[in-house]
Each structure stands twice: as structure tokens, then as C-alpha cells.
């Protein structure tokens, strides 16, 4: 594929990413019918190679099946692939990134055979044609080759120049390289940067004085950058909770929750600037909030309730001032609570639809605010956060923009500390964007409650060729605490 | 886990360390560059420790240092020496902790500096730096033991493998349970904790924790239970329980909870056992209590169907997609403008201040540039009620003046679309006045004839502005423009602007002239009509022949006198005999009889040779005769 060289989450542009992540690519056989091809494909390379293995090289049947693999092949490259890779992870099948459960067991022997071969990965590149299929065919059909230096000197004699075969897939990224690591932690200093930032916005409003924009311009920015280049990086700092900063730690969420979505909405730079700044002040109101109601335990009163709701007002009036390239912070922090349905509040004399910021930063606000705890109540697991947020759709949310969103947090979101079938504790690390129930994990603690040294990885796509169902599921997602984890991130 | 950025600056600890060690033993006592070194060696320590939160320790190496895996400073030569010189000493480990001073360093060069034989002989380093009161800087010797005793007394804490530690801090807790059941507990963690030099105690009890984390969950659960348990004195096993309270909110709070059931108490009797910073306590507390609200009370559905809200996520459908373009519609710079206006005005309904308003003010230029006539227009009016209130004033003022904008009134007016905006956008444009107008004036100049009548009728609501700037236009515009504005204001029909039509008559571009005559005549008024007889005298000939003609067009006899006024104009000078011919034969078609005297003039020119004013005395004849004629029949018709 075109962006194998790069990595999935080494996306160089907000364009880049919208591609691979927006509603009509988010995989690139998201669709039925874009699925039914890579399935034809993999069924063509098994039938292709039972032939071989079967017939001679002259048998109608296999020639009938060299002809099938050049037409599946075309029909993937039809979706528009330069190449596409098959690739095999711990014997589960894959057609680029994308996991086909039933094919790893229904073509297991295929499996085999490839591996047997020190095969792991297949690319076919879009020339291909009848003699790199026959080559391939010829290849699959022999049993002298055992190693991969065999396999591809046998490609090579005969010509095949549209078909390479590698010994290891790009799936097999077990954890975060040192760059990656640096990213990680580039990225959790400028959100301690913006902790900081933040606080000093809020002292300045609470004393009544104005606030500087530009290093919280700066923070979007840094953030923004680093979203590009390690979008998992910056994301997973969400998974960063305070109970004692919660209003600062969660507007630098909601910040990162925004700039993220905005992008797989496929928002332009500037725009994300906006939306990242939008997201950064939109609550600004509560400092104008006494503190004892917002983090009032108990019910509020009819009085209370309107004092909290003023927030928004207030908010939008701090903020009328702040002349930018739009007045975005502004509009955001008065709309914010307006709902899609526009039952919410300010009272808005004519009806008018919220503005696209303002329901991604209410979404991004209520997912956030429910995965933190609040001294009204315990944090609300990620699952089910997400499941209010689907409840809430055409409601309280867009109903597109949510589905968007979930498609990008995953069901089991990035930092979700999972429960595994094998009653092992295991923290999500990173989303599979085919297959959102199966994220990749890093396994804590294991069923006895010992903590691993060294957390092991698991992709939970991977099929359990026995049983034909995945090897390990999730059984129940669980808050970070009550599995005895403190930070997290750490493990992101 | 030590980030890339603190990994770099261990690195400069070891460097130094190194270079003081080096300098302490190059340079005399009385050179200021050993105290330098060693006062760098303390600030890059201290630093480390900081960003580290806590110790940080070096492998000793034969020759080398290692943080973690990583060998650190490879191949420096200082670096290799004070290695070796350590290694001399069988030393296995360097732990530099925070609030290391320059004595303990001066202290620990010159121990390590020494022979090491003779260092041995007096208990080793680790036993020499002790005594020498270095307590932040430690070492640790070549051995997995401490001491030769059994269990965890004989177990190096710093460095011996978790998994050997685990098992002997069971065995101590299990100890611990026995003796205090039977008498006085024996706290063997704390002894050996304790025993340990300050630099390494930190490090050990973060090591026993992990130990112990490793453990299942009910064996750690029953450490904690059996370190709890008074033996006669009272006393709990402070030791174990000390190195528990430092581990992390979260992993204590579970291990209470387990411990809590295994004991059948809870894990608030167990907390008030444990010594805890106020901060600790609090997230301990925090994470213990119920929830107040339940997540059924906080809207979360008791149970959720993952599956289905994953095939529900990536669902795709055409609606989904034309929502979504109609989503990412409302990111559109004009609409936003609006969108800014209007909140501005809703916060200035809330409560009027001169910054509310200031901000309506500000929020105005956008929105006009949008087009958003009516919306700015309600914004003024609304601003104009404040105008009662002399503390505000001066902020109407500024926020009126400020939505008057030339750049912002054109665009918007360029945008304009429709009749009931235009009369939105008329009084938007009288309330900037001069500026206003002026700007109604540029987008006739730039707007296509479509969208000309919507301009104009903005004008005519705004009449004598828009004339005086459309005047001054004239005076200073070049002959494409200015002709276009004569148009514009024959469109107009205003009486108004006859005089400034009148300055297009003396402009030096004919073109201009003639427009102008085109726009006069458009307009229904004496003003208007006395201007094009005007023109009649004009010097050039097509210019009084285009007024001719629109006097022959609306067969005026009120322009005879012009017209006479033409024929007695000496011709000396002037190549206009075509034009006074025209003029005969108008007056004749018209019977102007109080024209024949003056006919009569040229009729009887008798110096004539040339063709031109020979044709001109013949008409004159001509029309004398006919008028004559007339004059004499309509005679006849009186009597």
C-alpha cells in the first residue's frame, strides 16, 4: 500500500490522515463490497495454490486459477492500491492491515504452506500479471523451498518482478520504537506545558485581568505537530486524569480529543488551529463558577442548576474580545451546551444549528468528563462512555460526528484498562481501525494479580486457527483504579 | 522508566564525576579546579535527581557505567578511569541521590581515591564512605548478598532479582505474624531497610514494592494482612508497611481492598495503619469511598452492547455522508462572522457594559463583510437604544463607528443577493454615512448590471449621501468611471443630482459629456433640462449636437431660446455650422416663430463664399420662409 513505507502512524499531513481515517476510508475495506475483494483475493492465492499442488503446471484448472489471481489481484488494486501486501501475523491472515478471521481458518493450510516457506508477506504490485502468477503458482507448488532467500531467488529466476514474498510483516510492530518514545514523551512535556499554560489563564481571569493567548496558540500548535507525526503519541495523553486539576487536565483533553477527530474529519491546518483553541477555553466560564457548586456532591438546586448553566454566557464573555482570524473561542463556548437538538443552552432567540466546533468539542467534552472521576461520581469506563454518546445521538449529539468519533476512539479506546478472557489486566494501546473490538494490548497483569516486568504485547485480531475465533477477547473493560493502575499512559 | 531527556543528562553525571574525580587528583589543593568540578558534579546531580524523582544508579562496569542496558559516556577516557578506580574497589553500583552536598563529594574522591587494598582493610568503600559521612552518594559492592545472613537480611536490596526478594518479604511477613502472635513481632524489613545507608534505602524500598507487586495478588494481599497485625506491644510491622504506603494510590487502594476482605475489615482501618502524606491520603480516600452518584443516575445503560455500537460506528451510508458535508458547511468563514455578532449581542442583552458593546463593535465588520445586513442592522438599532445611557456613549460611538468599515461595507455589499437585504443594507450604509456611501459607489463601479439595481435603490435610500459621493468621485475619477457613474446616477432619478451631472458636462473626456446628457435626460426635472440646454453652447460640436438631439427627441420649445442662443454664436472661431444648421431645421420643424429674427440675421449674410455657411444662410432662408408661412396662416386661423 501506498503509505507502507511510512507506517500507519507515521502520517505526514492533516490530509494524509483524513484519508486513512475519515468516514469513507477509515479502512480500506471498510465497505462490504471493498471487504469482498481482499476475501476473493486471499481465496484466489489458497485455490491458486491447492492447484498447483495438485495438478501439473499444464492443467486447465490451474491455468483457470493463475487467470482468477490476476483478476483478484486487480480488483484490490481497483480500490486504489499502488500494491497490496497479504500478510500473515501469528498465523492469522491479513490483507494490508485488515484482518480476515474466517480466511486464517478456512485457508489455514495456505498458512502453512506460506510459512513453511519463510514466507510471512506477500505484495503484488499493480502490473501484475500471468507470469508473475505463474512464478508465484510455481513457487506454491513446490516443496524445495523452506527458507525465504530460496523464495525469492525462485521468484526471481523466473522472471516475477509484479509478486515479492518477505519473511516478516509491518504488522509485527510490538511496541514503540525509540523515536516513537520520544515522541511520547515531547508529547506529555507540552501537555504539562499546557497544565501550566492553562493554570495561568485561569489565575489571570480569576483576577480579573487578560490573559495571554499566544502560549496557548503555541500548545495547539506543538500539539498539532505532534499529531501529525505520531498521532497515537498525542492521543494517549487523554488517558491523563486529575482529580485535583481536573478542569485544567480536562480542557487540554477535550483540546486533544478536538484536534483529533477535527482531523479525521479532515479539517485544514488552519481550521484545526481554531478548533484546538476553541477546545482549549470553551468551559473558561466555570472560573466564574463558584467552586463548591461545581464540585457539589449532592444534587444541585433549581438556583444552583442556573448559576452552572451561566457558565456558557460567561465563558462566551471572557472570550468576546479575543479577536483571532474568526472569534471561534467565543462562539464555541457559547454554544457548547446548545446540543444538537437545540434543547440545551444559552436560550438562542432564532434556532440555529450548532456550528461544527461546537459539537465536537460537546462530544469531546462528555467523553472526557465521563472517563474522569468527579466528585459527584466515579468515572464511567470508556465502553460505556461511548455507548452514552451513541444514546445521546440526534439528541444531544450529532449523530454523524459521534459515529466518527467512536470510529476513532475505538470501542475499547486507547489507555482502556481491559479485563482479558484468560482473566489477565491488560491496558489498550493501540485501536485496530478494522477490527474495533480487537485492539492491541499490553497484558499488565496476569490472572493471579502478578505484575509483568516487561508488559507483553498481544493483537487481539489474532484467530485461533483451532477454534476459529479469536485466541483471547476482551471480557469486560474496567476502570484504571480498580485494577491497581495509577498512570495508564505510561504504558501507551 | 527514565525518560530520553534524563538518560542523556545521567550521562553528564557520570562525566562530572569523572572530570572531578580527574581534577581532584591532577591539580593541587590550592588550584580552584577541583572545587569547580565537584561543584558542577553537584548541580548536574541534582538536577538529574530531580527530573529522575529520586535516585539514580550506575552499573560499575571493569571499565564502563551502564544505566540499565545502556552503556553511558563510552569510551571517555576519564569516564573508563573512574570506572576502573571503582571497579578497584569491587564496587557494583553507584546510586547518586538528591541533596548530595560538594563535602560528600570531596569526601567520596578521596576514599575512593585511596589504595584500595588499604580501603578493604578498613571494611571496603561502601563501609568507608559511611564513616566518612557521605550519605547521598552510594556504592554498592560486588555481591548479590548484604550480609552472610538468611532470607532477606541476606539479600541485597538494591540489586538482587525481584524474584528473589518477593519470597523473602513473604517469609518475613509470615515471620513477622508468628513472633506477634506469640509475643514481640520482629520487623526484619525495617531492620534491613533501615540498616541501609540513606542513598540506597529509597532505592530498596522502591525495590521491595516491585518485589511484591510481582507476587500473586493473595500473596501480597496477605503480606499486608499479616503487617497489620499487632503482636503484644501493639506495634504493626512498620518496615513492611512503610515500604506499602509508597506505593501508587491505585495499586494501594486494591491491595487494601483485598487485604481488607481477606482480614474481614476494612480498607479504612487499614489506611489509618499506614503513615501517608496528606496527598496520598487524600487520593487514597478518594479512590476508597462509593461513588455519590451511580452511573444508572448518571444516564449509563446497565448493559452495553460493544458489538453492536462497533457495527453501528463504521456503518456507512449515503445519509451519513450528506450529513456530514452539511456539517462541515457550518465551518464557513461568513457564517461565522454572523454567527460572532449574533453572540455578541446576546451578551450584550445579558448586561450592557462599554466592553460588551466594544465587542459588538468588533464583531460588526466581519458580519458586514459577510453581508449580514439585517443581523448588523438589528445590532445598531440595538446599540442606538443604548445611546440614552451617557455612561455608555462613548462605546456606542466607537462600536458604530468601528462597523463602518470601508473594505468590510464593500464586500458585503458586493455580496448582496436580494431586494429585502438591500433595504437592510441601505441603512446600514446611511448609518456609516460618508463612508457608507462611498462604499455603495465602489460596488456599483465593481457590481455586474444584474446586481446595479439592487445598488441603486440602496442609493436612492440614502439620496444626498450617495450624491455628494458620487460627486466627488466624478470630480476626481477617470473618464471610464466617471461615465459610469452618470449612468448610475440617471438610473437614480434623483433632481439631486443634476448638478453633479452638470460637472460631468464640463469634463474634458466627451464620452463623459455625452453620458451625462444621457442621465440628464432620464431625469424628469427643470434642473435637468436647463443643464442639457446648457450643453447646447458646448464648444464641442458632438456634445451640443447629443443635446440637440435629446431636445429633439422630447421636442422641447423651451430650448429654442438655447437653441437661438447657438445660432448667434459667432462662427469665427468655431466649426459648429452643421450643428446651427441642424438647429434651423429644427426650429422649423418645431415653428418657432420668435426664432425668425434671428434666422433672418443669417439669412441675410450676404459675405459668404464658403460652402458651409452658404448651406447655413440657405436654411436660414428656407426656415424664414417657412416660418413666416406659418406665422401667417396661424395669422389668418386668429382672425
Redesign the interface.
Known amino acids: 500500500m501506498s503509505d507502507s513505507d511510512t507506517g500507519p502512524d507515521r502520517l505526514e499531513t492533516p490530509e494524509e490522515m483524513a484519508a486513512a481515517t475519515s468516514a469513507a476510508s477509515r479502512s480500506p475495506f471498510s465497505s462490504a463490497k471493498r471487504l469482498a475483494r481482499a476475501k476473493e483475493l486471499v481465496r484466489a492465492i489458497a485455490v491458486a495454490a491447492t492447484n498447483a499442488a495438485l495438478y501439473p503446471a499444464t492443467h486447465p484448472s490451474v491455468a483457470q486459477s493463475m487467470d482468477d489471481l490476476v483478476a483478484a489481484v486487480g480488483g484490490v488494486i481497483e480500490l486504489g492500491f499502488e500494491d497490496v501486501t497479504v500478510n500473515i501475523y501469528k498465523a492469522t491472515l491479513f490483507v494490508e492491515d485488515h484482518v480476515l478471521p474466517e480466511e486464517s481458518t478456512t485457508y489455514g493450510k495456505l498458512v502453512d504452506d506460506l510459512l513453511a516457506r519463510g514466507i510471512s508477506a506477500i505484495t503484488f504490485s499493480e502490473d501484475f500479471a500471468r507470469n508473475d502468477a505463474e512464478a508465484f503458482v510455481a513457487l506454491m507448488g513446490t516443496d524445495g523451498v523452506k527458507d525465504i532467500t530460496t523464495a525469492l531467488s525462485f521468484l526471481d529466476q523466473r522472471g516475477a518482478t509484479n509478486v515479492a514474498v518477505a519473511e516478516t510483516t509491518t504488522l509485527a510492530d510490538e511496541d514503540r520504537g525509540e523515536a516513537n518514545k520520544e515522541t511520547r514523551d515531547k508529547a506529555r512535556k507540552q501537555y504539562e506545558t499546557g497544565v501550566t499554560a492553562m493554570r495561568d489563564v485561569e489565575t489571570q481571569v480569576k483576577l480579573g485581568k487578560v490573559f495571554e493567548i499566544g502560549p496557548l496558540q503555541s500548545l495547539v500548535n506543538g500539539l498539532l505537530e505532534t499529531l501529525f507525526r505520531d498521532p497515537a503519541a498525542v492521543l494517549g495523553l487523554t488517558a491523563i486524569k486529575s482529580h485535583d486539576d481536573y478542569t485544567l487536565n480536562h480542557s487540554i483533553n477535550v483540546c486533544i480529543l478536538s484536534l483529533s477527530l477535527g482531523t479525521t474529519l479532515g479539517l485544514d491546518e488552519e481550521s484545526l488551529k481554531s478548533l484546538g483553541l476553541s477546545a482549549l477555553l470553551y468551559d473558561l466560564g466555570k472560573v466564574r463558577i463558584p467552586e463548591d457548586i461545581l464540585n457539589k456532591e449532592g444534587p444541585l438546586t433549581a438556583d444552583e442548576w442556573q448559576i452552572v448553566k451561566s457558565h456558557a454566557a460567561e465563558g462566551a464573555d471572557l472570550l468576546k474580545r479575543i479577536q483571532l482570524m474568526d472569534q471561534m473561542p467565543m462562539i464555541v463556548a457559547y454554544e457548547h451546551h446548545q446540543r444538537h437538538d437545540l434543547k440545551g443552552y444559552p436560550d438562542i432567540g432564532e434556532p440555529q444549528e450548532q456550528h461544527l466546533f461546537s459539537k465536537v468539542v460537546a462530544l469531546c467534552d462528555a467523553y472526557d468528563a465521563m472517563t474522569t472521576s468527579r466528585p459527584f461520581r466515579r468515572e464511567i469506563r470508556p465502553d460505556k462512555a461511548l455507548a452514552v454518546l451513541m444514546q445521546g445521538r440526534g439528541k444531544a449529539y450529532d449523530p454523524s460526528i459521534t459515529k466518527g468519533f467512536v470510529a476513532m476512539l475505538g470501542i475499547y479506546p486507547m489507555g482502556a484498562v481491559v479485563k482479558l478472557s484468560d482473566a489477565s489486566t491488560a491496558v489498550v494501546f493501540r485501536v485496530n481501525r478494522d477490527d474495533l473490538l480487537c485492539p492491541r494490548v499490553k497484558v499488565l497483569i496476569d490472572a493471579e494479580g502478578r505484575w509483568a516486568d516487561e508488559p507483553a504485547i498481544l493483537d487481539l485480531r489474532i484467530i485461533d486457527r483451532g477454534t476459529g475465533s479469536h485466541s483471547i477477547t476482551i471480557s469486560e473493560c474496567i476502570p484504571a483504579a480498580d485494577a491497581g493502575i495509577d498512570d495508564v499512559w505510561e504504558y501507551l | ?1 527514565m ?3 534524563v538518560q542523556l543528562r545521567a550521562e553528564e553525571v557520570v562525566r562530572a564525576l569523572a572530570a572531578a574525580a580527574a581534577a581532584v587528583r591532577l591539580y593541587p589543593p590550592t588550584s580552584e579546579i577541583p572545587a569547580q568540578t565537584v561543584q558542577r558534579f553537584v548541580q548536574v546531580s541534582e538536577a538529574v535527581t530531580l527530573a529522575a524523582r529520586g535516585p539514580v544508579r550506575f552499573v560499575v562496569e571493569p571499565k564502563a557505567f551502564k544505566l540499565g542496558d545502556q552503556i553511558v559516556a563510552e569510551g571517555q577516557a576519564q569516564v573508563t578511569g573512574l570506572a576502573e578506580m571503582l571497579y578497584a574497589h569491587q564496587v557494583g553500583q553507584l546510586i547518586v541521590a538528591p541533596g548530595l552536598t560538594a563535602d560528600e563529594t570531596n569526601a567520596f574522591l578521596r576514599c575512593a581515591g585511596s589504595d584500595a587494598s588499604a580501603v578493604r582493610e578498613e571494611g571496603g568503600l561502601r563501609a568507608v564512605i559511611v564513616q566518612a559521612g557521605v550519605s547521598q552518594l552510594a556504592v554498592i559492592e560486588v555481591t548479590l548478598r548484604a550480609s552472610t545472613d538468611e532470607g532477606l537480611a541476606g539479600l541485597d536490596l538494591t540489586s538482587a532479582p ?1 524474584d528473589a526478594i518477593g519470597p523473602a518479604v513473604l517469609r518475613s511477613a509470615a515471620s513477622w505474624a508468628r513472633s506477634a502472635a506469640s509475643g514481640e513481632g520482629r520487623d526484619e524489613i525495617g531492620e534491613v531497610i533501615n540498616g541501609l545507608e540513606s542513598a540506597a534505602r529509597e532505592l530498596a524500598a522502591e525495590r521491595v514494592a516491585a518485589a511484591l ?6 500473596t ?1 494481599a496477605a503480606v499486608l494482612a499479616a503487617a497489620i497485625r499487632p503482636d503484644a506491644g501493639g506495634r504493626v510491622m512498620e518496615g513492611a508497611l512503610s515500604v506499602i504506603a509508597n506505593m ?4 494501594l ?3 487494601m481492598t483485598l487485604a481488607a476482605a481477606r482480614t474481614g475489615g476494612d480498607a479504612g482501618s487499614i489506611m489509618s495503619k499506614l503513615e501517608l502524606g496528606p496527598e496520598a491520603m487524600r ?1 487514597l480516600e ?2 476508597l469511598r462509593p ?5 444508572a ?5 446497565p448493559v ?1 452492547d ?2 453492536a ?2 457495527s ?5 451510508t449515503e445519509d ?2 450528506e ?2 458535508a452539511m ?2 458547511a ?2 464557513d ?1 461568513a457564517g ?2 454572523v ?2 455578532l ?3 449581542m ?2 450584550l442583552d ?1 448586561g450592557a457594559t462599554a ?2 458593546i ?2 459588538v463593535g ?2 460588526m465588520p ?1 458580519a458586514v463583510a459577510a453581508g449580514a445586513f439585517p443581523l448588523v442592522r438589528t445590532a445598531l438599532a440595538q446599540l442606538d437604544i443604548l445611546t440614552d445611557r451617557p455612561e455608555l456613549q462613548d462605546a456606542v460611538e466607537r462600536a458604530r463607528r468601528a462597523s463602518a468599515q470601508p473594505e468590510a461595507l464593500l464586500e458585503g455589499l458586493l455580496a448582496l443577493s436580494d431586494a429585502p437585504k438591500a433595504r437592510d443594507a441601505a441603512a446600514v450604509a446611511a448609518a456609516a454615512g460618508v463612508v457608507g456611501a462611498e462604499a455603495v459607489v465602489e460596488a456599483w463601479l465593481l457590481s455586474s448590471e444584474a446586481k446595479r439595481p439592487l445598488l441603486v435603490e440602496i442609493g436612492r435610500a440614502m439620496p444626498e449621501q450617495f450624491i455628494a459621493a458620487t460627486g466627488r468621485r466624478i470630480r476626481a475619477g477617470d473618464p471610464v468611471e466617471v461615465r459610469e457613474l452618470a449612468g448610475m446616477l440617471g438610473r437614480l432619478g434623483d433632481r439631486r443630482s443634476v448638478s453633479v451631472l452638470s460637472l460631468a458636462l464640463d469634463h474634458q473626456a466627451r464620452e463623459v459629456r455625452l453620458a451625462a446628457i444621457a442621465a440628464l435626460e432620464t431625469i424628469d426635472a427643470e434642473e435637468s433640462w436647463a443643464a442639457i440646454i446648457s450643453a447646447l453652447t458646448h464648444p464641442d460640436e458632438t456634445t451640443a449636437r447629443a443635446a440637440l438631439e435629446t431636445i429633439r427627441r422630447t421636442g422641447r420649445r423651451r430650448a429654442v431660446p438655447a437653441m437661438l442662443a447657438v445660432l448667434q454664436l459667432r462662427t469665427s472661431g468655431t466649426r459648429n455650422h452643421d450643428l446651427k444648421r441642424e438647429i434651423i431645421e429644427d426650429v422649423r420643424t418645431m415653428g418657432a416663430t420668435e426664432a425668425i429674427p434671428v434666422l433672418k440675421r443669417i439669412a441675410s449674410n450676404r459675405l459668404t463664399f464658403r460652402r458651409k455657411p452658404r448651406e447655413l444662410r440657405d436654411a436660414a432662408r428656407r426656415a424664414v420662409t417657412d416660418l413666416q408661412a406659418a406665422e401667417q396662416a396661424d395669422g389668418e386661423k386668429v382672425r
Open positions: 522508566m525518560s530520553g531527556q525481584l507487586l510481582q507476587l500473586d495478588e493473595a501480597r501508587r494510590p491505585a495499586t487502594a486494591r491491595l487520593a478518594l479512590l461513588s455519590p452518584r451511580t452511573e443516575e448518571s444516564g449509563v445503560p452495553i460493544a458489538s455500537i462497533a453501528d460506528a463504521v456503518a456507512e451519513d455522508d450529513a456530514m456539517v462541515l457550518t465551518r468563514p461565522e462572522a454567527r460572532a449574533a453572540t455578541t446576546c451578551i445579558r466592553e460588551s466594544e465587542s468588533e464583531a466581519r
